[in-house]
């Protein structure tokens, strides 16, 4: 009866040690195929894949036109630029950006910019400002410049 015993804890062991081999093994194979992009590279070094360029702008915080009452909106934008060059551009055109932003803003009231509708128009006028902001500062293809602007806060009081 021992000597089966024995004969089972050795196959145990035995099967162990197979099982933790394979799983090394497999550890291994799959950090090199990581590290080294896979079958056609990663996506970064393919092209596959471009980071957004993202130009965050300050915080505006702006009385709105309402008449009844003293009302006023708190916006932080983020710019989503085409690509790099645009980064680069937005970038240096924050301040007159913000500005135009300011007046933009100045005009609007407070119930059609609670609603879903009224932020999806004050996004396209304000993308159509940044568009001719760049046009304005002769940037080549003011139309692929900015593709989208999003919102981290929008706050009305």
């Not at 007159?96 to 007046?103: D, E, F, T, Y």
Request: charged letters at 20%.
């Amino acid at each position: 009866m021992s000597t089966t015993m024995n004969e089972n804890s050795g196959s145990k062991k035995m099967m162990l040690i197979a099982g933790l081999l394979l799983a090394t093994i497999a550890l291994a194979g799959g950090a090199f195929f990581m590290l080294s992009g896979g079958a056609g590279g990663n996506l970064l070094s393919t092209g596959g894949f471009k980071a957004p360029a993202y130009v965050p702008m300050d915080s505006l915080i702006v009385n709105l036109a309402d008449k009844d009452r003293e009302r006023y909106v708190q916006v932080v934008l983020v710019l989503e630029a085409g690509d790099e060059s645009a980064r680069e551009a937005l970038t240096q055109m924050a301040p007159v950006l913000r500005s135009r932003a300011m007046m933009v803003l100045s005009r609007k009231y407070a119930e059609p910019l609670k609603t879903s509708e009224g932020k999806q128009a004050l996004t396209a006028e304000l993308m159509d400002l940044v568009r001719v902001s760049l046009e304005d500062a002769n940037y080549p293809n003011p139309a692929e410049g900015i593709k989208q602007i999003h919102y981290s806060t929008l706050v009305i009081q």
